[in-house]
């Protein structure tokens, strides 16, 4: 520590080429923490919620509905704590582009799902007519939608028994909003009774789309789920049964690999990153030759004079790092903000932090570390006559 | 006074790289070449000019000496071009594999409202009605040459990631085969009406797991064979195709998701359209089959050219940065040389104009083998994600020399962003203190 006033002149010493490499950093890293979220989204990592959560749906494919009767018999299952369904509704608001993810929800949905956050009121408004629907803040907010409004749908797969079209209207009962910050994705959905749904459809009665189990402990969860597939097992429904984290990253791998494309994208952002700033401290070491010559004539010893260097290749790089991830912390709520809930990136968490310092240590040490061994091995004599 | 002129002349500078920004993007790549050859003719034909590419051919000769910083500016430029292109030739691809598969000679017919086939659902009577409609292309037997196709998904695991994929499988009318001429057998041989046979397309076959000829697949408890391969360059590549019936009775299904018909002539949509609505039992939408399949892509190729601007983008303010130091670190190291040159006559803008050129040569070279090593990567490289009928799509990586162009005309354009500021700090040099620097 009692260098630190050497590594703050050395990287004062040309402020020019100090800021312009810090601002590269800061791009690199800015880069890094709007896209380290999705990544780790898209992996899998970093969410711990609904470990005690199954969805038992159908083993062909998710257009096969099960039937209501397996309910009772999952209940029935040692180690099922609750039960609960939906349905896949689905549908558009006034223009194709705008589609929406409606679900059709059992009544008990919001005891297995406290991730909405509805509250007792809420719930209450919800359940006082069949056509109320609940609707997520973030959704509300991009079409402007207001308790009391009438929300029509069009374009669901399912035909409106009273019209004869795929035309519906709900009532919105409540706008909801996710307690958890890493819930927000509920936000955009709505959600129906299924029970109206059930009787108002086309398309026949007592099908639903998926279970849903909260289980008694997490670590059974392989077990429970045999018990569960065995159940319908040589049946025309047969069913697969798999952790909620599970199913959803089985959709996010559909998408394609996402995972990859952004590793990918910030491997080549940081391998030019290092060449960028092993290239300024290759410069740094080669103009202060004489200088750290002199260091040496006062005493400094080889090891300092390489502590130093790779002191100031971190420094340099943690600035402008930890500037980015701060920039980015910013920049990520002004752009869900601004794309109206459309595009939700993640926010940069204690993970990203941390992933995020390691790599700019590591980065700084990597880069400093020739440039370091260049100037440790300086021999004074020919140093100082410029040899 | 002095402090004024200076704010004035930065002032301008930032006038002269928006202007010239705006220009690149927006400029025909002809206007951008005869710029180019203005130029050329400059540094040939005037005197100021000659000075100029002397100072240029001074700067390039010495390039090896400053071989390392000069790096720089060409990975981090091709750092740029290449997520750049990559990106763009993903969207691209996608939205051309879209695009191709549908025509204006051909017309689907969704229940009204629908946006995918998978949303829609006809019914029997619904389907005869659609085939009985005019406008509709009908063979020597007097046939309509249209086909009710029932759509359903599959769980298969992708080779990717072995985890399930959801698979469209397409039940197709007896007039399939004359509806959709590009879908030809490659391999096996075609499925026969009322068994449990289908083909399957050549992208699918690559992309998932056991689908060979000759493999058996499980629908809904029932076996199935997979008798062929076929190709047909389009979205239904992605696909497996059954016979209508067949399919409908192993998904217990009564009714069907479409009906894609052959106009007789493509003047002939506005004639079955009409007749369509006017139908008081049908409640349908009709679209040519390029407005639908184009529609399906919209979306999602412009969120990937969307995200894939941004990034870059960011990508460019950083390459920016490390091109201004590396072209500042030359110029420092060349003071002495610039200063001789300006003792001995040469002007201020030859300096300028050497510099901006240099930091742009290193940006093409960048720009090139972003572009290159893209092209050798990903050209032609199949993926697939989740399309509108939620199952996959596979596609093409397309990267077209359209997209090379655009990527190398962000690279130009951070080559002369990075190069002005060092060449207007080159040009300014006070020549008595430069000399005497050592």
Redesign the interface.
């Known amino acids: 520590m009692k260098y630190l006033h050497l590594v703050r002149a050395a990287l004062m010493r040309r402020k020019t080429r100090t800021v312009l490499t810090i601002l590269s950093v800061l791009a690199a890293f800015l880069l890094f923490g709007l896209l380290n979220g999705v990544r780790a989204a898209f992996e899998g990592g970093g969410t711990l919620a609904g470990v005690d959560r199954m969805v038992v749906a159908s083993r062909f494919s998710i257009i096969h509905p099960l039937p209501e009767s397996l309910i009772a018999k999952v209940r029935a299952v040692p180690g099922v704590k609750a039960a609960t369904w939906a349905n896949w509704f689905g549908g558009y608001y006034q223009e194709p582009k705008n589609q929406l993810i409606i679900l059709a929800v059992a009544p008990d949905y919001f005891d297995v799902y406290p991730d909405y956050g509805i509250t007792a009121p809420m719930l209450a408004a919800f359940n006082s007519a069949r056509t109320n629907v609940l609707v997520g803040a973030a959704l509300a907010r991009r079409f402007g939608l207001k308790v009391g409004d009438k929300l029509p749908v069009m374009g669901s797969i399912f035909p409106n028994k009273a019209t004869g079209d795929t035309t519906w209207q709900f009532d919105i009962a409540g706008i909801y909003e996710a307690p958890n910050a890493k819930s927000r994705a509920l936000e955009q959905e709505v959600l129906l009774h299924w029970k109206y749904f059930d009787e108002a459809n086309g398309y026949g009665q007592g099908s639903i789309g998926w279970i849903v189990v909260r289980v008694a402990d997490p670590a059974l969860s392989a077990q429970i789920a045999q018990r569960i597939d065995a159940l319908s097992a040589n049946s025309d429904h047969e069913t697969k049964t798999q952790t909620e984290q599970e199913f959803r990253l089985s959709y996010a791998k559909q998408i394609g690999d996402i995972g990859l494309i952004v590793t990918a994208i910030i491997g080549a952002v940081f391998f030019t990153l290092m060449l960028l700033t092993g290239n300024t401290m290759a410069q740094a070491v080669r103009e202060r030759i004489p200088e750290l010559a002199i260091l040496k004539t006062l005493g400094f010893t080889d090891r300092s004079i390489l502590g130093l260097v790779i002191l100031e290749s971190v420094a340099l790089i943690v600035i402008g790092g930890v500037l980015g991830l701060a920039l980015a912390s910013v920049v990520i709520p002004v752009v869900s903000a601004a794309s109206g809930g459309m595009l939700e990136l993640p926010p940069i968490g204690v993970r990203s932090w941390l992933l995020g310092l390691g790599l700019m240590v590591t980065i700084g040490a990597i880069v400093g570390v020739l440039p370091a061994l260049r100037a440790m091995r300086l021999r004074i004599v020919d140093a100082l006559a410029g040899r | 006074m002095e402090a004024l002129r200076r704010w004035l002349g930065y002032l301008a500078m930032l006038v002269v790289i928006v202007a010239s920004i705006v220009a690149w993007t927006a400029l025909p790549a002809v206007v951008l070449l005869a710029c180019a050859a203005l130029l050329v003719l400059w540094m040939a034909v005037t005197r100021t000019g000659r000075q100029a590419s002397a100072v240029t051919w001074v700067g390039l000769r010495t390039l090896p000496q400053r071989l ?2 000069s ?2 500016i060409v ?2 430029i091709a ?1 740029v071009v ?2 750049l292109v990559a990106l763009l030739a993903l969207a691209g691809g996608l939205a051309e594999t879209l695009r191709g598969t549908g025509n204006s000679d051909t017309a689907i017919v969704l ?5 995918a086939e ?2 829609s ?1 006809l019914s029997r009577e619904d389907a005869t009605l659609i085939l009985q409609a005019p406008g509709i292309a009908r063979d020597a037997a007097g046939r309509a040459i249209g086909s009710a196709e029932v759509v ?4 298969i695991p ?1 080779k ?2 072995g ?4 698979v469209e499988i397409r039940g197709v009318g007896p007039q399939a085969w004359a509806l959709r001429p590009n879908l030809r057998i490659v391999e096996g041989r075609a499925f026969e009406p009322g068994l449990r046979e289908l083909v399957v397309g050549k992208g699918a076959r690559d992309q998932f797991i056991g689908l060979e000829p000759g493999a058996t697949i ?4 029932q076996q199935w064979q997979i008798v062929g391969v076929f190709a047909s360059g389009d979205t239904h590549e992605s696909e497996l195709i059954g016979d209508a019936e067949t399919v409908a009775s192993t998904y217990r299904r009564n009714g069907f998701q479409s009906v894609t018909v052959r106009l007789a002539s493509p003047q002939a949509f506005d004639a079955l359209n009409a007749a369509l609505k006017s139908d008081p039992r049908l ?1 349908v939408d009709v679209r040519t089959t390029r407005d639908y399949y184009t ?1 399906q892509s919209e ?1 999602l190729s412009k969120v990937i050219r969307i995200v894939g601007i941004v ?1 870059a983008s ?2 460019a ?3 920016v ?2 091109a ?3 072209m ?2 030359a110029i420092t190291s060349r003071a002495r040389e610039v200063a001789t040159l300006r003792a001995i006559g040469f002007g201020a803008a030859p300096v300028l104009v050497s510099v901006v050129l240099e930091a742009m040569l290193l940006a093409l070279v960048g720009g090139t083998l972003g572009a290159a090593v893209t092209w050798f990567l990903f050209n032609d490289y199949a ?4 399309g509108a009928n ?1 199952s ?1 799509v596979v596609f093409r990586f397309d990267v077209s020399p359209t997209l090379v162009g655009t990527g190398v005309r962000w690279a130009l354009a951070i080559g002369l962003i990075g190069g002005l500021l060092p060449a207007v700090r080159a040009a300014r040099l006070p020549v008595t203190a430069a000399l005497r620097e050592s």
């Open positions: 390392g910083a790096c720089v990975v981090g750092g290449g997520v229940r009204g409202g629908a946006t998978l949303d659902g359903v998904v599959t769980n992708k990717s990631s985890t399930d994929a959801n499980n629908l809904n408890a409640k529609a979306q990034i960011i990508m303010i950083g390459a940065f490390g201004l130091n590396t500042y670190a993926v697939s994600t989740l939620f996959q």
